[in-house]
């Protein structure tokens, strides 16, 4: 079993900056990426962020040059810096994980069970 704990998440007003940060736990072999979605209410899970191992990025358009995603490959753990924010950055942050459980096994993926951030105009 794998677990994703996300921590962070908060109420801030425009412009200001909060700090995401995931740890993954468990069963874990080797994970090959790891990254943020977020959901706002009536909308669908969209990409924030992505870190592979290697180190390559992808952000969502919405997000470039306001948020910085990395990794700590020796804690399991990812983070998101979200700098100027807006109020259309609201919404429920999960993090999520490709793992692999052992050495002989398949890349599954793993989700966090989500954090409220919540921007004020």
């Known amino acids: 079993q794998v677990q994703l704990v996300e921590s962070g998440g908060g109420l801030v007003q425009a412009g200001e900056s909060l700090r995401l940060s995931c740890a993954a736990s468990?069963?874990?072999?080797?994970?090959?990426?790891m990254g943020w979605y977020r959901q706002a209410p009536g909308k669908q899970r969209e990409l924030v962020a992505l870190?592979?191992?290697?180190?390559?990025?992808n952000y969502a358009d919405s997000v470039k040059g306001r948020f910085t995603i990395s990794r700590d490959n020796a804690k399991n753990s990812v983070y998101l810096q979200m700098n100027s924010l807006k109020p259309e950055d609201t919404a429920v942050y999960y993090c999520?994980?490709?793992?692999?459980?052992?050495?002989?096994?398949?890349?599954?993926?793993?989700w966090g069970q989500g954090t409220q951030v919540t921007v004020s105009s």
């Open positions: 999520a994980a490709n793992i692999k459980n052992d050495r002989y096994g398949q890349f599954d993926d793993y």
């Open positions: 468990g069963s874990i072999f080797s994970i090959y990426a």
């Open positions: 870190i592979r191992t290697g180190g390559s990025i």
